[in-house]
């Protein structure tokens, strides 16, 4: 890595991290914010994504000598005040750790199916535009090893800041991809040969008698709407078993359970 | 219900209501805001805290006939417009339902374990200061049927107008208390005859392989430090299965698989 100390706000050689807050909104052709120690060591770890540097508070340098040894030797390392880190950011940025990665060219979802192993787990998201649910859910399907998450043209980013920093940096780890149509995405998954299963409230088995296949999909829907019924009448639909009095679970926890139960971890 | 329709922001008789953002941070002497339609429908119907009054939209109270019928006859339903309601309460409100409910004083941990069933879930809490985490914990708690929530004196509020509404009114619903005293409070437990697990990455056995005996007590810690070692040496420690190279679940997620496992739902 390259230190290189920056005092102006306005060094155009920093222009990407420029009131990231506005921006995440806009979307950022290609690039994305990462916060965070954490989540700085999945970037330079992770083989997916390409770090094109760092911006550090210089007080939290001394701290990331491991994490930045990891990086390629001409990966430039902006270093500067707290101050400076404010005016850059545009509000204040207590972590003081923050890196713009690039991705490549979105890889379709028909490419990454074909890539993964004989035995795969994978989820399959439609409808969650809720950035805390979907980097809580990137979170689970690393933790359980999901080897890869698909999602509908309705789900936001996972790149998206906030995202990311939810995952704790899983978001930059979990191969995903994006299908159009859902419909067709189900029947090549059939073609695959994946057990698929939908997670519903009403679902006809409790997911604790489900065993699980070779190649399994979990499906997960929004938790207003749930999933859509055209599609819960496709698959077959699993429950969580909850108090009658009481059946409601955020999307993301259900997911760490259903993720739990479909897991080949340790 | 009683409908008072209310132009002056300032008006003395909706005085709890004035700038609940700031006052969040300074405590209500044993009150708490409830916000939105199912938060309220819980407040109304589950019996452990009493509503003192409503604030609702004017465009939202034709659809609120059926909680609002809930109410006791005398409780005020004060009705503004959209301008007034912001001003209230210092921030721009499109939920639009606030209630001002009130606490008893608060139940001992011991007084509230000697309340429990023969047959008892409850969980132990020690650490957890994130608002998100003590309302999903709640969330979760409610879902699986667990009969109690004990917290020690380092756990933030679930009164938190935040922490009830990421509970979805679970925080109004299942019964807690705070012990002040973590090794006291367990020996207390093991006096009543519970089962004590402590849930930790390190955990000695896989929750998988774990059986419910008739009172369960499940010990929930902060994501980074976890539980207390002192703590851990004493009870028997559990685990949930995860990848070796993403090790890292977040507290609810965690407490929605292990409640969900404890649970006699269904």
Same mark, same amino acid.
């Given at each position: 890595?390259?230190?290189?100390?920056?005092?102006?706000?306005?060094?155009?050689?920093?222009?990407?991290?420029?009131?990231?807050?506005?921006?995440?909104?806009?979307?950022?052709?290609?690039?994305?914010?990462?916060?965070?120690?954490?989540?700085?060591?999945?970037?330079?770890?992770?083989?997916?994504?390409?770090?094109?540097?760092?911006?550090?508070?210089?007080?939290?340098?001394?701290?990331?000598?491991?994490?930045?040894?990891?990086?390629?030797?001409?990966?430039?390392?902006?270093?500067?005040?707290?101050?400076?880190?404010?005016?850059?950011?545009?509000?204040?940025?207590?972590?003081?750790?923050?890196?713009?990665?690039?991705?490549?060219?979105?890889?379709?979802?028909?490419?990454?199916?074909?890539?993964?192993?004989?035995?795969?787990?994978?989820?399959?998201?439609?409808?969650?535009?809720?950035?805390?649910?979907?980097?809580?859910?990137?979170?689970?399907?690393?933790?359980?090893?999901?080897?890869?998450?698909?999602?509908?043209?309705?789900?936001?980013?996972?790149?998206?800041?906030?995202?990311?920093?939810?995952? #704790?940096?899983? /978001?930059?780890?979990?191969? &995903?991809? %994006?299908?159009?149509?859902? @419909? =067709?995405?189900?029947?090549? *998954?059939?073609?695959?040969?994946?057990?698929?299963?939908?997670?519903?409230?009403?679902?006809?088995?409790?997911?604790?008698?489900?065993?699980?296949?070779?190649?399994?999909?979990?499906?997960?829907?929004?938790?207003?709407?749930?999933?859509?019924?055209?599609?819960?009448?496709?698959?077959?639909? #699993?429950?969580? /078993?909850?108090?009658?009095? &009481?059946? %409601?679970?955020?999307?993301? @926890? =259900?997911?760490?359970?259903? *993720?739990?139960?479909?897991?080949?971890?340790?």
């Amino acid at each position: 890595m390259t230190l290189i100390h920056i005092a102006d706000p306005n060094d155009p050689r920093i222009g990407a991290y420029l009131d990231i807050k506005e921006r995440d909104l806009t979307g950022r052709q290609g690039r994305f914010i990462a916060e965070g120690k954490v989540v700085l060591d999945v970037l330079l770890t992770a083989q997916r994504f390409r770090a094109e540097s760092v911006l550090v508070l210089e007080n939290r340098l001394a701290g990331l000598g491991g994490i930045l040894a990891k990086a390629p030797p001409d990966l430039p390392v902006y270093v500067v005040s707290g101050e400076t880190m404010d005016k850059i950011a545009g509000f204040h940025m207590h972590r003081g750790i923050l890196a713009v990665g690039s991705r490549h060219a979105p890889q379709t979802a028909a490419a990454l199916l074909e890539e993964l192993p004989a035995g795969a787990l994978v989820v399959v998201l439609v409808g969650i535009a809720n950035h805390d649910n979907i980097g809580s859910i990137f979170r689970n399907a690393a933790a359980f090893g999901a080897d890869a998450v698909f999602m509908d043209p309705t789900c936001c980013d996972p790149l998206y800041r906030k995202a990311i920093r939810v995952s #704790v940096g899983a /978001a930059l780890k979990v191969p &995903f991809a %994006s299908f159009e149509d859902t @419909a =067709a995405f189900t029947r090549e *998954l059939a073609r695959h040969g994946y057990d698929q299963f939908a997670l519903s409230p009403a679902g006809a088995t409790d997911i604790r008698t489900v065993r699980r296949g070779r190649r399994v999909a979990l499906y997960l829907g929004t938790e207003g709407e749930g999933l859509p019924k055209d599609l819960l009448d496709k698959l077959a639909t #699993v429950r969580i /078993a909850m108090r009658r009095d &009481f059946d %409601s679970l955020n999307v993301a @926890a =259900a997911s760490a359970i259903a *993720l739990h139960h479909f897991s080949e971890s340790e």
